[in-house]
Structures are given as C-alpha cells and as structure tokens.
C-alpha cells in the first residue's frame, strides 16, 4: 500500500501530497503516548502494523528502543506490549535479529505485576525457539544469566521460567553454567524466588540428562521440600509428580519416596491439603506398587487429618483413587481400606468435608457393582441425603445418575423424596435454584408417574415464589419437562394449573402466567397454544395492571410465529391494536413493536413459497433484539425492586464466613 | 484540642521506615502519605548524609461515607507497612479504618518526546503532508516520583483496621481489626481469608479486643495478636487454617496488691512487635513496656516503667480520657534498646544489656541541628532539683504515640502531634 504511493509522489512532488497511507499509521504511533489508557492499548494491539510500516531497520533502530524504556504503563498495555513482542520476530528482520527483542522483554520480566511477568517470560520462551543455536549462546543465554543474577527478586523469578527452554540447546559448558544458576536460586534468600524455581523444578528436570536428574535435581527437590517456609515446601509436591515420571522404580524408591512421605506427614497443613490435592497425579506418576504400599496408607491419614480443609481435599480425590487402582484386586482394596474410613466422613463435623464425599461418593457404585453398592453404599447415601446441610444433599441428588445406571434410582426414592422437598424449600434462594436444575433430571429418572403424584406439586409452588430467579428457574423447569413428557402430559398436568394463576390477585403471579406462556408455547404446539393460551393471553389485554399488559403485548409476539393466520389477524391484531392506544406509554410501545412482528409474520405467511429458508427467523430476531436486555427475562417496570430483592439475599450468601 | 495553630488534618498518625531505612513514610489524620528519602554522600555539602528529605507525598485515603450503616468513615491513616522491596520501585500498605491500599512510588527521569501530528510546539500539522513518521525519542528530564494506587482491598471488615502486617514469605499480609484478623494475598483484593474471629454471638458478652496484631519477621507460619485484656496470643497457620485456637498464651498473672479500678484499663496492650532476630516481642501497655521470650508465657523477662509517675493520676488521666491513648513502641536495629513515647514530648529509650534508660524530649525549643539531645528528668516527689519538671506541669496535649528506628542505624523518628523528628547518633 505504501509502494504505491511512494515513488510518484518523493518529497519533491508537487502540490506537496503527503502520502496519505501514512496517516492512519501516524495516529497509531503518536496514540502510544496518549493519555486515555484505552487508545494507548489500542496502539500496541497494532504495533505489528507500526512495524511493517516502519520497516525491519527502523523498527529495531527505533522502536524497540522506544518501547524499552516505556514500561511506565498500566498493566494491561505492558501485558499486551509482551504479548505482541512474542510474535514480533518477522517483524524485525526474522531469526537472525531475533535477539534484538530481548531487551524490551527484559525490562518487562523485572516488572511487579505477575501478569506482565508471566508474559514476557511466555514471549522470551517463544523466542528463544527463533534463536540459532549461536545466536542462543551469545544473546539469550546472558539474558538468563542476567535476569538470575539480578538485584530484584522479580528478576530472578521470571529467570526460573527460561532455564528449561535454553538447557535442551546450550553447549555443554552453558549447560553446567545454567544447572549452577538454577541451584542457586533455589537457595535464594527470597522465598518468592524460592517458590519460583520450585514451581519450575519438575520442567526442568524434564530436559536434562537423567545422570543430572539423579546427581542434582533430586538433592535440590528434598532441600526445597523441607525448606522453613510451608509456602515453598507445598509447591515441591508438585514438582514431585514430574520427577516421578523420570526416575525408575528403585530410584524413584529411594530418591523420592522418604521426601513425599515426609510431605505428606508434614506439619503444615497446607503441605497436606497439596499432597491431598495432588493424589491422583502423584498416584499414576508413582505406579501401582508404590501406590498400594505408600500412597494408600498415606492418603487414609489424610482422610482423617485433623484440619477439615485437608479432609475435603482427600474426599474429593475418593472417586478418583479408586478408579485408578489396577483393576485386579481393587474391589478388596477399596471394601478393606478406603471404604471405613469413608464411612467415618459421612459423619464428620464440617459440612465441607460431608459436601466434598457427597459430591464424589456416588461414582463409587459404578466401581463396586451392584450388590456392594446396595449393601455397602446405599446407607451412606440414605445418611447424606438426610444430612443437616443443605450442600450435602444437593451435591448427592446432583449425581444421582452414577447410582441409577447400578440399581435403579427407586432403591433411593423412599429417602430421596423428604431430601428434596426439604431442598425445595430451603430459606436460602440459592439453595432452591439448585435444586430446580435437577428437576428435569429427576423427572426423568423416577418416572412420569412418580413424578405427578410427588414432585409436581413442587414445581408449581416455584411459580409463586416470592424470589424473581426462582419463578424464572421454575419456568423454564416447566418447559424442560414438557419436553421430556410431553404435551398430552403438558396439556392435562401442567397448563390448567399454569391459566389458573392469569386471575390470581397478586399482578406478579399473573405475570407468571404469562412467562410461562412464553416458555411453553413452543414446546406445545399451536393447537394447545391456540386453543387454551391465546384467550388467556388475551383476556389479560385487560388487566389493570400497566405491567401485566405491556407483558401480554410481549407474550402475544412471543406466540406470534407459533399461530396461525386466522388466529393473528383475527384474535391478536385487534388486541394489539387497542393495547397500541393504551394510555401507558411502555404499553403502548410494546404494543407497537408487537404489531409490527405480527404484521410482518402476516406478510410471509401470505407468500410462504419465497423465502422457505427461514421460517420465522426474521420474527424471531426482532423479538429477541427487542428484549430490553439484561440476562434473565425482564419483569419491565418493577425491575428494580426485583433485583434488589434478590441482590440482598444474595449478599447474605456471599458474607458468609469463609 | 488546646493544640492552637495546628490543624487536625496534619496530626501525624503513624511512621515507617522501609527494609534498607532510606525512606521513611508517615501518615497523617488528612489521609496523606509523605515519604522521606535519606540524602546520599554528597562531597559539597559533607553533613547532607543521613538528612531526610521530601521524597514524595500523596493522598492516600479520602474521606467516606458509608451509606448502608450511616457510617462517616475517616481518611485518618492508621498503619503503613512497606513491603520488601522487588525491583527498582518502592511499595507500601497504607490503611484507614476500612480500606487496605498498595501503592507503588517509582521514579521517571526519561520523556519521550516528537509527534507525527504535531510539531515542538504543539500546532497540528496538517494530516495530508505526512512525509514520514517519527517514532519518538527518549530524552532526559528532571526526576519526576510518582504515587499509583495498585490495588484497593475492601469490604473486609466490619470493625475498625488497628492493625496490618506483611508476612516473611512476600506474598500475604494480615489485617486486624476489633474482633477479627483477615488474610490477603497481596495480588487478589476480592477476597481474603478470615482467620480469627473473636466476635461473640451475643455482643452482650464482648469482654475483650483485639488491639494489636503482627507476623513473625522470619516464621511465615506465625503470628501474634493482643488484646485490651493484656494479653497475647500466637498462633501458627501451620496447624489449622482457621486460627481462633491459639498455640501460646502470654500474659503475665496480676498482682492483687495493686489492683483498683483502673487496672484492666491500663493492663490493656496498645502494640506489640517482634524483635528483629524474630527471638523476642514487645509489648506496651499504659504505663510500661515488657518484652517477652517467646518460648517463655508466664511473664516478661523485662519490664521497663515508662512513666511510673503518672500511677498516682490515673483518676485525672482517665476523666481527659488520656488513660486510652494508644502508645506504640519500636526496636533497635540490633534489638538492644527499645524506645516509646510519653507525654509532654518526652520519649523513653531503654537500653537492654546495660539496663540504662533515658527521657529525651522532642521540641522545636530544645532540639537543635547538629546539637545533642539533653536528657530530660520528671521530678517524682520530694524536692525538685534544678532542670527536673514536676508531674503537675506536663502538658498532656503534646504525646509521642508514634516512633520508629532506622532497621540498620542509630537513626530515630519520632512524631510528636504534626511535626516529625528525626535524631541521629552522633557521628564522631
């Protein structure tokens, strides 16, 4: 682009043209340096464009000195300055000067912002690959060196990062020089520098020869696992997994093995919540044998630690452990020693440890089969789904489908029904919602009849719940069954009940007939819509309530594509048409933009053959880009009443204490 | 406040010097942060070592108002805690009753300078004779410090923030206030852990506070926290995540003979500080000061009176509400003395091994550049000697509450209502 315009029009021409390429290229870099944040990041999202603007010469002549010494700013435009510079090498001439963007990426590894940190050292592991072997030697390697031998500790962990992309690549003495830089930041004074390499340790020992391995990393990996401070020691157990893998069986036995038993015994309780965190990478890095005789033993002390958050860490990893055992001989290993101390848990004191079991414990039946499961298992569950916390029960209603594929949900339907009831209608709003999303999949799994005679009753008290997110969820609840049973089903349980409410006193309630109408028209067809919804819908044109009919004006353009043409120009028109003189100005207007969905529909059911293609969708866009926004579905005028009502209670969930 | 002249704004709530002791930060009730520099050797002007200059200042807390508890909430500035220094910028904590920030004071000293739209002196150029573009170029300026706020960590207590305390392993810090102690890690504001609650479920049987808290300098595990009650608790993170059970208990058993109605009152701890060497802490309660070995509960290996005179006018102290005055106390560099603050400017050192102690006072009248503190004498009964000041005529107006020691030298801060003092051991 700028060729074209080049040659003809040099600094001599005529009439003084600048080149008018250049112009938008112009207010990107003087917007480097303006002073709304946005436009200062919008700058650098382009900097490519600068670039190939600029030429390779000038860009690293120029630029890239500019950019250098600009780590002044926020955040979010150094994360995306070390972003770009990662991608940048084309841009500066291609590997041969890849180099050169090493500096603007080592001033922004020092910065404190983790982020930013964390990017330039992706980038300068990006680039590192673009480096020839010499070039790698001479300019990447020193910067490793420099940055792990800096003043500041930032420096010294983004260093962490960068050894294990260098090592595979460097000459053997680097390679000895890189090993002695990494041991000794993992005796750095600073325990943030300490952490890093921690974290670091299992990648790099990955790259190097296993001689080493053995010779250095392991030394390292026990000094950093009994290191003073538990923030350090915790971050060793990760490194543990990656080591693992390296070493063989004997090694791995005597190497690392006194180190993990350690950790797992370890003071601190958040060395044991890692260690409970970590169990199934530990126990497929260390393989069944060793899993059978150290893991397991190990992770029974953690089920019964005595800190909760360990407990709840180790219960969470229940489902998982026993997966992964070797599949002959699992079943006695789980019934002998993970099932007691399991049961133990169901009646633990802290309900984030109960929680925890509750949401894992079910997957066991599909482990165990059948009859274990209705001896063993099913009286755990039986406990749980009476537990005191409402998060327990929840969580093992939730996972109801692992026991339903073993025995059959019904084994569970006796105590399964008080659980949920009780659920339905705990004080905690959150606590229903959840409880509804189950519904469908309950619905499902007990049977229609169950259904009608224990939980419909339920689904329909959601309807009149005094929180909007409830009567919103129960909505769509009903939708979701419909479709699971059908509309003979809809039409003789659910929506005599639902046009009931349309004159009930209390206006929000007949405005959840109305919502709905809307969920379930679809679902139903046009005949049960036509026939028992429309006159309801219409009869409501009437209410005294401005919200009730700006809402039938919505519901009318909801239903609209599911009518025929009769019904529109006949029933709906007209109704629309008075609500569209309604003295209520939001009346009136959705009035209006309903008549015109309508109008619209009208049109192409007149000349159906043109656009077969799509059926209702420009009806169907219309009506949702009219939708005043706002993610659930609007309850117009009294909007914030509604969210404020909800806002408060949900306030009292969040300042619950940790 | 018979404090004539002085503005409430600029009361001095709090000083700091910073791990290297180049800088010293002080907060005032105005919610502002001033920040000293120590001059560097400088062959013209010999003496310019060790002076402390304006480095930066900036306004740190706002005043706000709380509209869900119809609550004014003060920009007054309650603690500062300079973090470890990690690259080339400083950062602090600084806190008012409610909100923790971070701040970072850097230093710019390059501009860039050159534009494509315009020229040097600002007009526009015209868009359409462009010929080529000019990245810009860096150039010297003057040292410019700027102040950022880094992060806002809010919503996090109910009651008043006494205290904040950065741990030893760089990346958390703790919070205290009345009734509960958070945990913040330092890179994520929207939530922190609470790890003490001391609140009762009826407040009808609140019987005590929390008044102090703070980290072990070296232990990352371990922290302790005082209460109006006189007493101390350590706890270690290590053995359960939430801390309401302590681990040591320190408190020194009361002596019956000296018991009247103020006892409980001036037994309450207003600060407590680990040595340096992390062996030993440091508490101060109204009338004297105790350091405390940590692996010994039952009482104090030293006791230091502060102001022992004042006993006899607790009845006095306690109508002009001076008696809950909140006096805090700092060590030495090498944990051999410590030093606190009293009344009528005077400030108290003690010297641990030699078990000597001396009164100095911080005024403008007394103290001269370059010239040697006198040290001052209370009269307590009997006749009063010459250069000795009677109990009756201190001035309970002017009170050091906050002073701080230079982490590596003899170098001492002390803030006495608006004005900061800065001594130094005499060189040579």
Known sequence: MAGAAGPGTGPGAAGGD????????????????????????????????????????????????FLTDTIYDEDEVLLALAEQLGNFTGLVGGPDFAHCLLPPLESLATVEETVVRDKAVESLRQISQEHTPIALEAHFVPLVKRLASGDWFTSRTSACGLFSVCYPRASNAVKAEIRQHFRSLCSDDTPMVRRAAASKLGEFAKVLELDSVKSEIVPLFTNLASDEQDSVRLLAVEACVSIAQLLSQEDLEALVMPTLRQAAEDKSWRVRYMVADKFSELQKAVGPKITLNDLIPAFQNLLKDCEAEVRAAAAHKVKELCENLPPEGRETIIMNQILPFIKELVSDTNQHVKSALASVIMGLSTILGKENTIEHLLPLFLAQLKDECPEVRLNIISNLDCVNEVIGIRQLSQSLLPAIVELAEDAKWRVRLAIIEYMPLLAGQLGVQFFDEKLNSLCMAWLVDHVYAIREAATNNLMKLV?????????NTIVPKVLVMASDPNYLHRMTTLFCINALSEACGQEITTKQMLPIVLKMAGDQVANVRFNVAKSLQKIGPILDTDALQEEVKPVLQKLGQDEDVDVKYFAQEALSAVAQRLRKLDSPAKDGEEPSAPGADKNHFLRPGGPGEDTGKFVPLMSRHTESERLGWFLRRQ | MSNSGVSLADIISTVEFNYSGDLLATGDKGGRVVIFQREQENKSRPHSRGEYNVYST?????????????????????????????????FLLSTNDKTIKLWKISERDKRAEGYNLKDEDGRLRDPFRITALRVPKLKPMD????????RIFANAHTYHINSISVNSDHETYLSADDLRINLWHLEITDRSF??????????????EVITAAEFHPHQCNVFVYSSSKG????????SSALCDRHSKFFEEPEDPSSRSFFSEIISSISDVKFSHSGRYMMTRDYLSVKVWDLNMESRPVETHQVHEYLRSKLCSLYENDCIFDKFECCWSGSDSAIMTGSYNNFFRMFDRNTRRDVTLE?????????????????????????????????????????TAWHPAENIIAVAATNNLYIFQDKVN
Request: proline residues 5%; glycine residues 4%; aromatic residues 4%.
């Open chain 1, 18 to 65: 600048g080149d008018d390429s250049l112009y938008p290229i112009a207010v990107l870099i003087d917007e480097l340096r303006n002073e709304d944040v946005q436009l200062r990041l919008n700058s650098i999202k382009k900097l490519s464009t600068i670039a190939l603007a600029l030429g390779v010469e000038r860009t690293r002549t120029e630029l890239l000195p």
């Open chain 1, 483 to 491: 479709k699971k049973f059908g509309t003979e089903w809809a039409q």
């Open chain 2, 58 to 90: 900036f306004q740190s807390h706002e005043p706000e108002f709380d509209y869900l508890k119809s609550l004014e909430i003060e920009e007054k500035i309650n603690k500062i805690r300079w973090l470890p220094q990690q690259n080339a910028a400083h």
């Open chain 2, 143 to 150: 040292l410019m410090v700027e102040a950022s706020p880094r």
């Open chain 2, 194 to 207: 609470n790890i003490v609650d001391i609140k009762p479920v009826n407040m009808e049987e609140l019987t």
């Open chain 2, 231 to 238: 007493t101390v608790r350590l706890c270690d993170m290590r």
């Open chain 2, 362 to 402: 911080a005024s403008r009248e007394n103290s001269k550049p370059r010239a040697s503190l006198k040290p001052r004498k209370v009269c307590t009964g009997g006749k009063r000697k010459k250069d000795e000041i009677s109990v009756d005529s201190l001035d309970f107006n002017k009170k050091i509450l906050h």
